[in-house]
């Protein structure tokens, strides 16, 4: 069965930095584009960043850039998202996905259940 897990969501004080993972089984991803998606109550699931299996290309939303940062581990099978400077905004349920081909939410092939990340002001 092919999984992908996320670890590492809680609660924050804004200003401050939390650290995921998602990690994969029941196949490599080696060969995927990795991304991470976010859903705020409320809202609908948004974008956040992606990074390519092809040369390690990384994409972020523009709410997101110079405070996250995307890394994956293919030994491992793992994603990270690394987040800094967070805002309230930032709290959301975060999802990561994993496709073959394309880097929007709709090429993804795979999810994890998602990480709740809640930022208090």
């Known amino acids: 069965q092919v999984q992908l897990v996320e670890f590492g969501g809680g609660l924050v004080q804004a200003g401050g930095s939390l650290s995921l993972s998602c990690v994969g089984s029941?196949?490599?991803?080696?060969?995927?584009?990795m991304a991470w998606f976010r859903q705020a109550p409320g809202k609908e699931r948004e974008f956040v960043g992606v990074i390519t299996w092809i040369d390690g290309g990384t994409y972020y939303t523009d709410s997101v850039k110079g405070r996250f940062t995307i890394s994956r581990d293919n030994v491992k099978n793992t994603l990270y998202l690394q987040m800094n400077s967070l805002k309230p905004e930032d709290t959301a349920v975060y999802y990561c996905?994993?496709?073959?081909?394309?880097?929007?939410?709709?090429?993804?092939?795979?999810w994890g259940r998602g990480t709740l990340v809640t930022v208090s002001s």
């Open positions: 029941g196949r490599t991803f080696s060969r995927y584009n």
């Open positions: 996905a994993a496709g073959a081909a394309g880097v929007d939410s709709r090429a993804m092939d795979y």
